[in-house]
């Protein structure tokens, strides 16, 4: 039975470990490989990926506030620790569960889509560069955040906010004071996380074109150049611990 | 989140947080500064007609036949892809797991992780674009590329869950005159292997989601096809790949979210 199913999938997956030693693609890759040694170093070269790391930084930072832009919203409308309409049979509730309906579908769209083709298609309006890549983390993780914050808002405790609400204070002034005080420190921590996450994101989605580190290497890459590729990796490897070390810091700030 | 309310007084002036919160904002301003990218611009009228003008040549979808046969093929592949690569990877882990969990002694255990460490700290993107031009494009370098990145995370997982595994009962056998490999066979594996079962299917999800996106390289399944469709601006098509890309997220999420459901209910 095995086999009847491993089979079709070698075929459709076109398995052929042969290419790995075919002579012709060997030597692409092992003129490819010896260039990564040593790694180029001249200082043109460096300024450009030192550019290039700045613009990979400040992308996540800018994607993950306009994320927040999309989450904080979303979150709070999807919430159903601050429903009124929830408390008692009111003429609206339709309404509201419509609404609720509508931003749920838009969030799964927002965060359904990976990140990498939301950039591919924002690089077609707004040109090469790191904007579609901002616009891209800017949606993405707009909608993971609203997902995790509407989860992070119920899971606390919700008594005051209910409190709150029922004896006739509206929604934003139930949270702000009924469950911002409780659920503050984990709001912020998640989003710290996220910005990490999306620092790792934006060296990835340069290969479409979306700015930063990643289109440095993917022409560095299309130039067989193999010493500025191992260089960029050699940056991006510091870069991904440098955003964990931060993420790190800040978070054992908050507790 | 605990269900007491608390009594401490409301917290006076505290200047590390304020400093902290306006060294955030600041970077974040200057962040919007250096990309040259003001949010504001995002909302004009023109932006928002170019948007929903780029947006309106999504739409309808084409639906053909011929369309949709093409792009079953395309998620047949990806989850061949996805599949192959979570499997292949798997086997070669249980073998780096050994000096992982420092069963061939120190130095071992050290270079075996940071092999492990190497091979799950280059994306899965970079190393696809390697393995096209090592292998050519197509499914099989994206294959290889899943394969490497998820040998690093299983093998650094199995590693960990070997190390914590009582070794009483491979001892047992061991003392009673099993040779090593029999004793890792009949008295380690049957103990971890669920827990190795349930990281696997965790990694093969992943790897769904990676597999989708992996052909913008060229390596093959449903992002190669979007990516082509995309060049030759045949945006109808192009959307119906990219409603298959969600439907496949989607629905794996749910199957992932049912089954850990069910394991869940399993254990009590």
């Known amino acids: 039975m095995a086999i009847c199913i491993l089979w079709p999938m070698l075929q459709l997956a076109q398995f052929e470990p042969m290419l790995l030693i075919d002579p012709n693609n060997t030597k692409v890759m092992g003129d490819f490989l010896v260039q990564f040694i040593p790694p180029n170093i001249q200082l043109e070269f460096l300024s450009l990926v030192l550019k290039a790391t700045v613009e990979t930084l400040a992308m996540a930072t800018a994607g993950i506030a306009l994320a927040m832009i999309i989450a904080v919203p979303l979150g709070l409308i999807i919430s159903y620790s601050l429903s009124i309409s929830r408390i008692g049979p009111t003429s609206d509730h339709q309404l509201a569960q419509f609404v609720r309906f509508i931003a749920r579908t838009l969030m799964l769209v927002l965060r359904g889509i990976p990140e990498i083709v939301w950039a591919l298609l924002l690089v077609r309006v707004f040109g090469l560069g790191p904007i579609a890549g901002v616009l891209a983390i800017a949606i993405t993780y707009g909608g993971m955040l609203a997902k995790v914050y509407s989860e992070i808002l119920e899971s606390g405790n919700t008594l005051p906010a209910r409190a709150l609400i029922l004896s006739g204070s509206g929604r934003v002034a139930s949270f702000l004071y009924g469950l911002l005080p409780n659920s503050a420190q984990e709001l912020a921590s998640y989003t710290i996380y996220r910005w990490e996450c999306a620092v790792r994101a934006s060296v990835v989605m340069g290969f479409v074109g979306a700015g930063g580190l990643g289109q440095l290497m993917d022409q560095s890459m299309k130039m067989l150049n193999g010493g500025e590729v191992s260089t960029i990796l050699i940056v991006f490897l510091g870069l991904v611990l440098l955003a964990d070390y931060i993420s790190l810091v800040i978070r054992k700030q908050l507790v | ?268």
Not at chain 2, 70 to 78: F, P
Not at chain 2, 98 to 125: D, H, M, Q, T, Y
Not at chain 2, 129 to 144: E, I, K, S
């Open chain 2, 1 to 268: 989140m605990s269900a007491q309310i608390s009594i401490q007084p409301a917290r006076q002036f505290c200047l590390k947080c304020l400093l902290m919160l306006l060294i955030i904002s600041g970077l974040t301003i200057s962040s919007f500064i250096y990309l040259s990218l003001n949010p504001a611009d995002l909302f004009t009228f023109q932006a928002m007609k170019n948007m929903a003008e780029f947006i309106g040549r999504f739409f309808p979808p084409d639906l053909s036949a011929d369309f949709l046969e093409k792009i079953w093929q395309g998620i047949l592949q990806t989850l061949a892809i996805s599949a192959l690569a979570t499997l292949i990877a798997a086997v070669i882990s249980i073998l780096i797991s050994l000096p992982v969990s420092g069963r061939f002694g120190p130095i071992a255990k050290w270079l075996s992780r940071f092999f492990c460490n190497f091979l799950r700290s280059v994306p899965e993107l970079v190393w696809a674009a390697l393995m096209v031009l090592a292998v050519g494009l197509g499914p099989f370098a994206g294959t290889l590329a899943l394969t490497l990145h998820t040998m690093g995370v299983l093998g650094r997982l199995f590693g960990e869950t070997l190390e914590n595994n009582p070794i009483a009962s491979s001892n047992a056998l061991v003392l009673s005159g099993s040779g090593r490999v029999a004793s890792f066979l009949y008295g380690t594996l049957p103990s971890i292997a669920p827990q190795l079962l349930s990281y696997s299917l965790y990694r093969w999800e992943m790897n769904i989601r990676m597999a989708t996106i992996l052909g913008f390289v060229g390596a093959g399944g449903l992002g190669q096809m979007l990516y082509y469709e995309l060049s030759l601006l045949r945006e109808a098509q192009a959307s119906t790949v990219i409603i298959a890309m969600l439907l496949l997220v989607v629905l794996v999420d749910a199957i992932s979210a049912k089954l850990r459901r069910i394991q869940m209910h399993n254990l009590g």
